[in-house]
Each structure stands twice: as C-alpha cells, then as structure tokens.
C-alpha cells in the first residue's frame, strides 16, 4: 500500500488546470522512480500471469497510451502495480502538439476531454527514454505506441508509421499503431476500409523485414476508435486478420457529447475519455469478438474507473484492460482493485 493516500493529493492536483498537474505529476515520478521515495505512491504487484500475442503478463492490468508520452516515467508507473506498460503515442519527429488549454476535467461524469495532438519529444528521444527503463528486465511488458506527425499529409501517413516502427521495434514487446485519436487531422480517416488495408499491408511487410533483421517477431497491435458502427468494425477485424496484426486495442477516446453536453467544458472539441466512454468502449469490444473469434487478442480500455469495471470489459470480450482517466479520478489504488478483480474472474 502506497504511503501517500491519493485522497489527500488529488485536491490539490484538482485545484491546478490538467496539463500542469499531469506535467508536474510526471515530473515527480521521473525524480523518484528507481529510488527509496517510490514508495510514497507504490503498490504490490498482484501476480495473475496471463499469455496473451505469445506474451506472458504478469497481471491482465495494463496503462493506456497516453499519460507518459515520451516514456520518461515507465518504472514510476511500474511501481503502481501495472502488469504492462503502453507509452507514447510518439511520432517520427518532435511536435508541440495543439495550442493550449487542450486539456479538461468533468468531474461530474468522472472524465476528461484532451485535444493535445500527439505533442510530444520525438522518436529519438521516446527511444533514450525506454532504454532507461528497468521495467521489462523485471518481468514486465511494454507496449510502444506509434502515429503521424501533425505536418506529415495523410497521403504520406505510412512512411510516418514504418520509420517509427522501425524505431521502436528492438526495445518493445508489442508495437502499438495508433490510428484513431481524434486530436491529429484526418488521422481516423486511415480506419476506412481502403486505406487501412493499404497502411496494414505496408506495416506487415516492414515487420517482416525488421523480424529477420533483429532475430525476434514483435506483435503488431492497432488501436481503433469507439465512434464506429458494427459494420465499419467487422471490417476492421477481417483487414486486421488478413494482414496478420496479432491483436487489437478497443478503444481509444470518444468524439461523441451526448453524455456531457450539459456540462461545464462539455463542448471541448477533443477526445472524451472516461466513465461516458464504457459503454461505447465495450460495444466495439464485443463486436470485435464476434467477427474475430475466440483465441484473438483483445485489450479493452476505455472509462474502467473499478474493479467490476475492469471484470465488465473481460466479460465484454477482452484479455487485458488498460487504464488512464481512472486513474486520475480513483489513484493508484485503483490497479491493484482491477488486477485482483480479474484475477477472481479465472478463480471461479
């Protein structure tokens, strides 16, 4: 159990905008991981190993790409329980990512709208980051997260996705293609069925080649909204079987008000995350697993803000959950919470 109750932090953070205090919350965890002061927020891992993609994880709880973008903090949020890690997204070249404030908390419905556009340090340093990183030599699995830089056209999308594939490709246990965050133009547009199959095509090729050239097969991961119908899903999943990406992760955020229009900072243009994503977020994953089939990998994320939230999205369809926006709202508690829920699940 963590020595520094959130309860008593999360005021303070609420009392500052959200960018500053993500940034001043992964400020801290890049100064304290791999130290004694770990221990002020750190939780015992709950061991539950699960092999899922050829991949043996310790517990079925993951982190959302998302909050460590450039990676700097993977072994400070090691230390909260996670059985994986997913940072990023990054992108072939550094990029502000969209002018501030892109960042907002609904408290009342216990989420958040980000419109932040894949700001981040760039793949060379996403790369000196991860390789700091003690995570996987403990035992841990990590997921790197890929996308297009802002200024890159959509036409030239797939040159942005194989340079950073082929960055990332040694120091990753699965490689994540990010192509449905709402903040980056047109980007969901490579979810439509010819130019997903052209993207897949080009990053199936590229992997094979990386696979011969580093001795070992990373599994391939694509990261799909939940604003999609249950024909454009369908679709999605026999593109993803046909080119042989190993898994899917459903879903990212919402463009979709209806729960929050109502609200203050409802109106944001932006991804929405949080608890008016579950149900969106687990439709996509049941679809999926009907057109995919049992054995096919699945990681669920999206408004899991408890345990039972966490058992929902594995009763839903899928292997793993990922968390981001609950943990904001419910702290580092909540991982262990999810962890040993679904442990329960295999108990019986």
Do not use: W
């Not at 130290?35 to 002020?40: D, E, F, G, M, S």
């Not at 000196?128 to 830089?149: D, M, P, T």
């Not at 094979?208 to 024909?231: M, S, T």
């Not at 687990?282 to 699945?298: D, E, K, M, W």
């Amino acid at each position: 159990m963590s020595l520094l109750p959130y309860a008593l932090a999360r005021p303070l953070l609420f009392q500052m905008d959200p960018e500053r205090a993500h940034e001043l919350t992964l400020d801290a965890l890049a100064r304290t991981q791999r130290t004694p002061l770990a221990c002020l927020y750190g939780e015992a891992r709950v061991e539950d190993p699960y092999t899922v993609a050829g991949l043996t994880f310790p517990n079925r709880i993951g982190l959302a790409a998302g909050l460590d973008k450039n990676g700097r903090c993977i072994d400070g949020l090691a230390a909260l329980g996670f059985g994986f890690i997913e940072v990023g997204t990054v992108t072939p070249r550094p990029q502000p990512g969209n002018p501030k404030p892109r960042m907002f908390r609904l408290p009342q419905a216990q989420a958040l709208i980000n419109r932040l556009g894949f700001n981040n340090d760039g793949l060379e340093a996403f790369i000196a980051n991860v390789q700091r990183a003690r995570f996987r030599n403990e035992g841990g699995i990590l997921g790197l997260n890929i996308g297009k830089n802002a200024s890159t056209p959509i036409e030239r999308a797939a040159d942005d996705y194989l340079m950073g594939l082929a960055g990332v490709y040694p120091y990753a246990d699965y490689v994540t293609v990010n192509i449905s965050s709402p903040n980056t133009q047109n980007l969901r547009s490579l979810q439509s069925d010819a130019a997903l199959d052209a993207l897949l095509d080009a990053i199936a090729q590229r992997r094979e080649a990386l696979a011969d050239q580093h001795g070992q097969r990373v599994p391939l991961f694509v990261k799909i909204a939940p604003d999609l119908d249950d024909a454009q899903v369908e679709v999605i999943a026999h593109t993803l079987r046909r080119h042989g990406i190993d898994g899917v992760v459903a879903t990212n955020t919402t463009v979709a008000r209806d729960a929050v229009q109502h609200l203050p900072h409802g109106q944001e243009t932006g991804g929405l995350s949080g608890r008016p994503v579950f149900e969106a977020s687990n439709r996509v994953i049941r679809r999926l697993r009907q057109a995919l089939g049992a054995g096919y990998p699945i990681i669920g994320v999206g408004g899991v803000m408890s345990g039972a939230d966490a058992r929902a999205k594995i009763e839903a369809g899928a292997d793993l959950v990922q968390i981001y926006t609950g943990l904001i709202y419910q702290g580092p508690a909540l991982v262990r919470d999810a962890a040993l829920a679904v442990a329960a699940l295999r108990r019986g």
